[in-house]
């Protein structure tokens, strides 16, 4: 069996990563295995990963990989990391950008100030997923966010992304918007394995999103007319039209 080939999804916290990790999984040939930095990641089963070297690391993802008893040929091997992770982590990027063959998946939001509010939702509600059972999904709690707060999120994702198109050369990288992965899923993935050079592979339903918040941002954010406000005239103020 020849050697899968590597991929890797890159993204600022509450981009859709999760939700992209599990459509991706429906390919036959392809498997995610989740966040490689995340210690609590439960994709890497029996694995310490807390001591482990940048170069281990890698090697775990890329070729010690955990495999699934359904995925009888992997051709594609991948996993997850967010912008978080390379801060607590700072050598870890330039190991992952020298990693022969590397394909790239850069997941991005239109609205960064959408992404920003489901982090600070998520930290405050303890509930990262929306739950798998059928029924209504609990709704998050409205929030409030600081002007410093919301611009050094901004500026962090402009850095992290600036970073990917740097340091990969633009056939290494596909990007993805959360926002079109949301609305023509069927669509997204079949670029992706194109992207990723797989057959095609047919969406079922089985992972349509499950949003949790379906509130306008003037509604989930309690001071958003304060924010709207603070950020008019500067490059951030399309996030609040």
Request: net charge negative; proline share 10%; aromatic share 12%.
């Amino acid at each position: 069996m020849s050697t899968p080939e590597p991929f890797v999804i890159l993204a600022m916290p509450r981009t859709g990563s999760h939700h992209l990790e599990a459509l991706a999984n429906e390919h036959p040939n392809v498997l995610a295995n989740g966040e490689l930095l995340n210690p609590w990641d439960t994709g890497w089963p029996g694995v310490d990963r807390t001591d482990m070297s940048d170069p281990e690391l890698l090697e775990l993802a890329f070729v010690r990989f955990p495999r699934r008893d359904a995925k009888y040929e992997v051709r594609c091997v991948g996993c997850k990391l967010n912008e978080p992770q390379f801060q607590e982590r700072p050598t870890f990027f330039r190991e992952l950008e020298a990693w022969p063959s590397l394909k790239v998946i850069a997941l991005k939001r239109r609205n960064l100030l959408e992404s920003f509010r489901s982090l600070i939702q998520a930290r405050e509600s303890g509930r990262w997923l929306a739950p798998s059972a059928h029924g209504p999904t609990p709704v998050p709690p409205r929030v409030k966010l600081s002007p410093a707060d919301c611009e050094s999120y901004f500026r962090s994702a402009e850095e992290f992304y600036g970073r990917i198109f740097a340091s990969f050369s633009p056939e290494k990288i596909h990007e993805v918007y959360y926002e079109d992965l949301r609305d023509s899923p069927g669509e997204c993935l079949a670029e992706i394995w194109d992207f990723l050079r797989v057959s095609p592979h047919p969406l079922s339903d089985c992972h349509l999103l499950q949003r949790q918040e379906t509130r306008p941002l003037s509604e989930a954010v309690l001071n958003y007319d304060e924010l709207r406000g603070h950020f008019q005239g500067t490059p951030y103020q399309a996030f609040f039209s």
